[in-house]
């Protein structure tokens, strides 16, 4: 102190250098204040794009022939070219964004002339159906050439097609069928594009009534070596021509063999033809449709035998279908009608499986209701994109799986006769009534992804009804499915279990270390479990992994048991503790009585482990549906329920007999009790603890046999098939990883609980048990609160324990001894297989963002409540 | 606490001749308490022996030989750290839950050695009833405050709980003010209306002896009267031991006054002689605020 000269001063720099201090303090403040609200902008920005609509931008129209308007267009795989194919066998091919079209040839061969011409864009099927009832089908594929010059003087380089292919085009950019294949467009500026027809050699079927021409035909290539082409004659005959190649004994070129089969040989002379036909599912059924909204469904009941297998309606009556066509690679067929609405339906099989299944067509998704009649349907190759023009003119795109709107115009120049989808979304296309071609190109966004198909229950293909499923990444083509609800559910389901593992040990050791441990040994243990707080959760991960989950699985019986049997061993040990008498029992220290207890769990654990087996061989062996133990009867499904009734049933039988005995019996035994020596008494305790146990099982065995004999079976909801690395592990080890955390948080809670108040209660003739929950524990119930709220967040975004310790399955089930994937784990996995900026990217992002809001939810609620309590307990 | 604590006061020897005794519990040798006559003839409840307490290496109290009259109240006074409030907690054996404890010598209640291996420290502490320094009401309803230690004992009937907790609220002088509020927190009630709570929930269980540790100490002195008057009334049915730093409330509120002081009883006699003809000058300078 400066008193000697005088005044006491505050130098020059301890006010500079408290000025920078205020600034720098400001400016880290600020920092980590604004890094938070980047991080949470950031999650938003990669997220929301999920959620908006493509981006669509008009190029110019194109003019074709009015008189032979097309009903299909193809798209090459790129999007930069589309095949307008009429119904009579004229293809025009169109460059996306040039404005013209490139020319217009025939697919079929010089002079003949198809009466229809069936092109399924998704999968470049080709049909062709001629008069006198004959047909042919194939396929049109498109590749990308680029040769030298315009004059096709020596090819340079080609791509995506062969060599046979690139000597063909260096001959002549035009159209030449001397071999029947190739459709060749006119090379612009060096490079040209290949249109090839692969049709069955020469006519397939020549039917020989010659009484009528083909009005609905459709053609698919049920495996490698087979197609199948139906028709569907004007007299309402139908017929199925096979075509299978047979390789040649001598090595030769395969040779084609035909096969044509009648389906209806007899229809009413009067009765109206279908107006499409279909090749359905994997066995390649023949629907027929009407225009009126009829179906039939013929299956191939045995080689070269058909037999009507469903009639139906796709409507409730009275609406005129307008258009129909193949999607999903033949396996649903989409069905537009006059009132503007498209369906999709798809061949289910309900209860069974094999050919013998019950099939039925039914409806999958509702794509859209319009305003106008619908009028084309292009589907894409890959994508689940379809593209629907209605008569008003208006052409919408939509995604079948999410029903999410891409892109959709209104345009001039009457109904849309034709539409159609790039494979990559990229372009689409419309065709008016009076020739205009409208083109658009796209930037579709993300047309997987809507708030249902992220949270909703969505109907994919192959699956019966609307699920949860996630599966980002599959083979190429095959749906996306992002539902986010699986891994919701597996983040709760770790975090529960872990929960309902940690918290009440972590709480009852807060309370022994702090209301009953001595001082000097509190000391050493809490920070030796705040050291386990520092584990990192990998080695945790590890030891679960390698460790933890062989073990329960080479012991689960006994470890089950174990369950019941350590509890009920460290209440006979407190049992036989109170009848030794108080002068020797006070002469034990703290240290030396947690040693005993140690010593009892452990005899329970050897107990169980003992017992496990035999236990296992009493419940879950023998009986009249003998099921070879506990792992068999779980993955088997096999044997009586009640076993497993009985083992879930004991926990909360224990719960209901101990709320029995507080509610009605405590006061009067105390009552009986206080006038008995401290032997008898205790002797009469344990007595009681053996009735309550009798009870506890008597009472689980019986509502277990009501269960079993309502029908319920645990395998279907909390238990199930084993899998390793299942629920129960992760619950253990992620238990593990939070206890040190709450522990030491309600520690800090119980701590700061003034001592006057344990005071009072001790002064009072309380039990230090009794001041620990009827004092302390209320009032640090805000901090123990908090504590279990923290270890909740840690648990919900733990990654590397349920990574290692989960099979990683996004399964969406109770079963305890199952596998699940959590937000976080789904992060770590396939984060680096998604190409940025992608859906999957996204979703991805999405994924993160859920978590943090999910942790943002529960740190909210904590504080809250923290609040709540803190007001309450304020004058203290 | 203990001998390290105390400081030698300012003076005392150089200032005033004759104070003997003072000098001798300085020296650390061994002194007899004045107690005097007038307390064979009470009855007692509760009796010291020579009894001594250490906190760890340093001694707290030093041979302590009284007996507390029955039905009377006694109040402890003594300089800061004399070990009043030590003894005081001796008798419930508060002292327990201090580490390193140890003591010496024998205190009875009704006879039975309370220090015996053999007694259960809880069902001693539900023999006598303690009031803090502090009002330390738990954060609970007034009702739940007062009769919590029914509540521990598994008194469940509904009844027999609101009647106790009447009862011990107007033996505290608190009914009045608080029967309409039963329900409410007991912290929203004044510091002196708390600390009458606890005396409630001292006495509800019917101790045999009431220990009141410095009861008015962080209280107005409107509050402090009112507890006082409390004290008086109370003492009609029980046994009060209150240790005080304030010596007219030991005046008013005591028949019987001990003055300790360095961990030693020196004087021990009615209030009235203690406070108005004392056997030892120290007790008079203390009492007259000249010592101490």
Request: charged share 30%; hydrophobic share 40%; no cysteine.
């Given at each position: 102190m400066a008193h000697a000269s005088g005044r006491r001063r505050t130098g020059r720099l301890v006010r500079v250098g408290d000025s920078a201090a205020g600034v720098v303090i400001t400016l880290g403040g600020l920092a980590v204040l604004g890094s938070m609200l980047a991080i949470c902008v950031f999650l938003v920005g990669s997220a929301a794009p999920l959620f908006r609509g493509g981006d669509a931008q008009r190029e110019p129209d194109v003019v074709v022939d009015s008189e032979v308007l097309p009903s299909v267009i193809v798209f090459d795989e790129t999007g930069e070219q589309a095949m307008l194919v009429s119904p009579r066998g004229r293809a025009t091919v169109v460059e996306i964004g040039a404005g013209h079209a490139w020319g217009t040839v025939s697919l079929l061969p010089e002079g003949v002339e198809a009466r229809v011409l069936e092109v399924s864009a998704s999968t470049g099927e080709v049909a062709a159906g001629f008069e006198g009832g004959a047909f042919v089908g194939g396929a049109v594929r498109s590749g990308y050439a680029l040769v030298a010059d315009a004059a096709g003087e020596g090819a340079t380089g080609l791509r995506a097609v062969d060599e046979g292919q690139a000597d063909r085009l260096a001959r002549a950019a035009r159209f030449d069928h001397a071999d029947d294949r190739v459709v060749a467009m006119e090379p612009a500026e060096g490079g040209a594009r290949v249109w090839e027809l692969a049709a069955e050699r020469g006519e397939v079927a020549s039917l020989g009534d010659g009484l009528a021409g083909v009005s609905a035909i459709a053609s698919r290539q049920v495996s490698s070596r087979e197609r199948v082409t139906v028709a569907v004659l004007e007299n309402g005959r139908a017929y199925v021509a096979s075509a299978r190649s047979v390789r040649r004994l001598d090595g030769g070129p395969a040779r084609e063999r035909v096969s044509v089969t009648p389906i209806v040989e007899d229809a009413a002379v009067d009765a109206v033809p279908p107006r499409w036909v279909f090749l359905v599912g994997t066995n390649a059924d023949v629907v027929m449709v009407w225009q009126d909204g009829r179906f039939e469904r013929y299956a191939e009941v045995e080689r070269g035998v058909w037999a009507l297998a469903e009639r139906g309606r796709f409507d409730d009556g009275g609406t005129r279908l307008t258009a129909a066509v193949a999607a999903l690679g033949g396996n649903a067929i989409l069905i537009g009608d006059a009132e503007g609405r498209v369906t999709s339906w798809r061949l289910t099989s309900s209860e069974g499986a094999g050919r013998d299944a019950e099939s039925k067509l039914t409806r999958s998704i509702s794509v859209r209701e319009g305003t106008a009649a619908v009028t084309s349907i292009g589907v894409g190759r890959r994508d689940r994109t379809v593209a629907v023009g209605f008569e008003d003119g208006s052409l919408v795109l939509e995604n079948l799986t999410s029903g999410k709107r891409v892109a959709g115009w209104k345009g001039e120049g009457g109904a849309v006769v034709a539409a159609g989808v790039a494979p990559a979304v990229n372009a689409a296309v419309g065709v008016h009534a009076d020739g205009t071609l409208r083109v658009w190109r796209l930037e579709p966004g993300h047309p997987e992804a809507t708030w249902l198909s992220l949270f909703g229950r969505v109907p994919y293909e192959g699956y019966d009804e609307p699920t949860f499923v996630y599966q980002s990444t599959g083979s190429p083509g095959s749906e996306p499915k992002l539902s986010l609800v699986p891994l919701i559910w597996g983040t709760m389901k770790a975090t529960v279990v872990a929960m309902l593992f940690a918290v009440p040990l972590a709480v009852l050791a807060a309370i022994y270390t702090s209301e009953f441990l001595h001082p000097s040994w509190r000391k050493a243990v809490k920070p030796t479990i705040e050291l386990m707080a520092s584990l990192p959760s990998v080695v945790l991960g590890f030891i679960a992994a390698m460790l933890v989950a062989p073990y329960i699985a080479a012991w689960l019986p006994g470890v089950i048991v174990s369950m019941g049997v350590v509890p009920v061993a460290v209440l006979v040990g407190a049992g036989v503790w109170r009848m030794i008498p108080m002068s020797t029992r006070r002469r034990v220290p703290t240290v030396a009585l947690t040693g005993l207890v140690v010593i009892v769990i452990g005899a329970g654990v050897a107990l169980a482990s003992v017992s496990g087996d035999a236990i296992d061989a009493a419940l879950f062996?023998?009986?009249?549906?003998?099921?070879?133990g506990l792992r068999a009867w779980l993955d088997s499904g096999q044997g009586s329920a009640w076993p497993g009734w009985f083992m879930a049933m004991i926990l909360p039988a224990a719960a209901a007999v101990m709320a029995l005995w507080w509610a009605l019996i405590v006061t009067k035994w105390n009552a009986i009790t206080d006038g008995m020596s401290r032997t008898s008494a205790g002797l009469a305790q344990l007595g009681v603890l053996a009735v309550q146990i009798l009870a506890v099982l008597g009472l689980a065995a019986f509502s277990a046999w009501v269960l079993t004999a309502a029908g319920f079976d645990p395998r279907r909801s909390i238990f199930g098939p084993f899998s390793q690395r299942n629920t129960l592990v992760v619950g253990v080890v992620m238990g593990v990883a939070v206890i040190p955390i709450i522990f030491t948080i309600a520690d800090d809670a119980l701590m700061a609980v003034p001592k006057s108040l344990r005071f009072a209660s001790t002064g009072c003739g309380a039990t230090a048990w009794q001041t620990a929950v009827r004092v302390v524990l209320p009032v640090a119930a805000s901090g123990i609160f908090s504590a279990i709220m923290i270890g909740l967040g840690r648990a919900v975004g733990e990654t590397m324990i349920v990574l290692m310790a989960t099979g990683n399955t996004p399964e969406m089930s109770l079963n305890i001894f199952g596998g699940f994937r959590t937000l976080a784990a789904n992060i770590a996995v396939e984060l680096p297989e998604a190409p940025r900026g992608g859906t999957h990217y996204r979703v991805l992002f999405l994924c993160g963002l859920v978590l943090f809001v999910m942790t943002l939810a529960i740190n909210t609620t904590a504080e809250l409540v923290r609040q709540r309590f803190r007001k309450r307990n304020a004058a203290l | 606490m203990g001998d390290a604590v105390?400081?030698?006061?300012?003076?005392?020897?150089s200032e005033r001749r004759g104070l003997r005794v003072a000098e001798v519990i300085r020296a650390g040798e061994s002194f007899d308490a004045e107690v005097h006559?007038?307390?064979?003839d009470e009855p007692e409840i509760l009796r010291a022996d020579t009894f001594s307490l250490w906190y760890g290496e340093s001694r707290a109290l030093y041979d302590i030989s009284m007996k507390l009259p029955r039905g009377k109240v006694t109040a402890l006074i003594g300089p800061s750290g004399c070990g009043k409030s030590t003894l005081l907690r001796s008798v419930n054996r508060m002292n327990d839950l201090v580490d390193g404890v140890r003591v010496d010598g024998e205190i009875r209640l009704e006879g039975e050695s309370i220090y015996d291996p053999r007694v259960d420290v809880i069902e001693l502490r539900k023999r006598l009833g303690m009031v803090f320094q502090k009002p330390n009401p738990f954060p609970m309803s007034i009702f739940e405050n007062v009769v919590y230690p029914l509540r521990i004992d598994g008194e469940r009937r509904k009844g027999v709980l609101a009647q106790a907790c009447e009862r011990a609220l107007r033996q505290a002088a608190l009914w009045d003010e608080v029967k309409d509020r039963l329900k409410q927190s007991a912290l929203g009630l004044s510091g002196g209306q708390q600390q009458r709570l606890c005396i409630a929930r001292a006495i509800v269980a019917d101790p045999e002896v009431l220990l009141l540790d410095e009861p008015c100490s962080a209280l107005d002195p409107v509050a402090t009267m009112r507890i006082e008057e409390l004290i008086s009334e109370i003492a009609e049915r029980y046994t009060v031991l209150i240790v005080t730093h304030n010596m007219q409330q030991a005046a008013r509120v005591s028949n019987f006054t001990a003055f300790m002081y360095l961990g030693r009883l020196v004087e021990y006699g009615p209030s009235e002689a203690i406070f108005s003809r004392p056997i030892l000058p120290e007790t008079e300078q203390y009492v007259t605020g000249r010592f101490g």
């Open positions: 062996e023998g009986g009249e549906h003998a099921a070879a | 105390i400081e030698p006061k300012k003076g005392l020897g006559a007038e307390l064979a």
